[in-house]
């Protein structure tokens, strides 16, 4: 297992290196465009173009651009942005990324819990009322555009309803964790959920589906003939396997999320995470901007799935030979 | 055996189970009018073609037919006790404690996600009060005793790991691990190549003797019953065609169905340039004859064939066929039959 896990996190290095080399060609490389002038902005003075010329050694050779463009990036992070001048990339990425995380933590806890307790539910009731009901909820769930669930869950608790039941609900932003937890968690309660509403919607259908193939495995049938109560078949047989597919969706969507992809919900909310600080870069076409956050958002992507790797590994006991 | 004394020395005795589907198409009728016992200590093969019913037969008396649509009719006594229509959580203690399944397939038939030793213990644990270490130990031992080798390490390696023939020892180390009265084997060999199917059977037959266990065995292969059976059932479209002592049935089969099956076992001692087959295909479920299922099928149908003939015979061997005495040794005195000749 161990072993495993090395080897996992050696490639997800590699993986990480390639995307740096592409990332890098795509915005320095492309032939025809100046790469100076973009970075500096349509309006620079010949002075800016030729600093900008310096700092990214851009009448070097390629591989001694690249790598200092990784130096100023992971090494001295002191890349600039020349939109809005003299602002440090590095230090409004990690700014960002925590509140990215807090987002996108809050949602998974319920989306996890929403989702596989449905697909739970429904499975379970399969040809009763009850299934029909969760799967319906699901869709609509799924269905729902972020954006339009976002602004309505605003409209209703920050409109009129604000100063009677929704008095509770802060005026949008963000509190750290560090700062005041329970603060933390109010600011982020309604974002929370409807960015998690989507997911939930997704993979209770996806379980459903799942556990009810799984229940027609011969396994279960053994399961049966070993005396077994029909709860201890379902949880610990059924729902084990069927947590294997739920893992490898996680890891992908967890991964995208965490790269940028709440970005609806950040800017409906007004929460300044990676995506919307994304979204800012790329209105300001502040090239060092984007680029770090696709740097950020592919290694996010990246790491994601190796962990998912690995927590694959450990719930399929069949994936350890094969790596 | 007739169908209205009980044994009093049967473990399982079985009288006129049905059981049925209802679907979009009709009622079809799995079983049709099943009665059996099975001895101490005794095995019993149910033998038949695919669709014959003989699976669905075992399942549904010990409540593992989930269908909705299913309706099972008939009496099945377990030591005496009857089980048809016990609830799901009174079927628990019999299902995996008193009685114990094999299945066909020993690829599926594990949860690919635990151990060996953890599935055995589970099942341990499920009707014994023991502790986790003692039933580690106690599923250790088992596996020794189905020749798994090293089983201190392999008690920990899950079913992926294991062979096709070693995957069916494990499932017959947990089917024996609470020491059931009663083992039911689901064509226990036919996913395995044929050197492993025979050390299976053998295996089989010395824990038999151990254990001391009854076994129903079915399967569609008269050589596995001639292996191990005392006695066998022979069963076509969810009805017995004939009942009777391994010997008598092999040796001296009644029922031209019987005939067929035994022709169909290839011998290695005589040079054939085909297999030999039965004529036709096995009758659906959904459209069996009133009178005899084999008929349309049968080389001597009379007229008589048009009603269905009652389960009658010497002693214990019993057949459904309308054929006299006389008109069966005249047709065996023209055809060979594998086991006498």
Redesign the interface.
Known sequence: MLRFIAKRLASAILVMFTISVLVFLIFFATPGVNPASRIAGRTASPAVLRQVSKEFGLNRPLPIRYGLMMYHLFIKQDLTSYVNIGDRIIPQITAAAPITLSLIFGAVVIWLLVGISGGVIAAKNKGKFVDPLVMFFGIAAISIPVYWLGEMVSLVTQGGLHNSIFAWVPNGGYVSLTQNPWQWALHLFFPWLTLASLYAGIYARVLRGELINNMNEDYIRTARAKGLSERRILYRHALRCSLISIVSLFGLDVGVLVGGAALLTEVVFGLQGVGWLTYQGLQNLDLPLIMGCVMYGAFFVVLASAAVDVIYAYIDPRIRVVA | MSPEETPTDAVLSVRDLSVSFATRQGVVRAVDGLSFDVGTKEVLGIVGESGSGKSVAMYSM?G?VRD?NVSISGSVRFEGREILGLS??E???????EV??I?Q?PM????????VGWQIV??LR??NDMTKKAAYVRATELLAEVGIPDPKSRVNH?P??FSGGMRQRV?IA??LSCNPKLLIADEPTTALDVTTQAQILDLMGRLQAIHGSSIVIITHDMGVIAEIAHRVVVMYAGRPAEIGPELDVVRSARHPYTWGLLGAVPRADVKTRRLVTIPGNAVSPLEVPTGCAFAPRCQYRMDICAERPPLRGARDHLDACWLSDEQRLEIRSTVTVRGES
């Open positions: 010990l593992l909705a799901d959580t079927m628990q203690s019999v299902r995996g404690g114990g399944m299945f397939d599926t038939a594990l949860t690919p996600v635990y151990t589970e099942q499920a009707h899950y992926h790991e499932v947990m089917a």
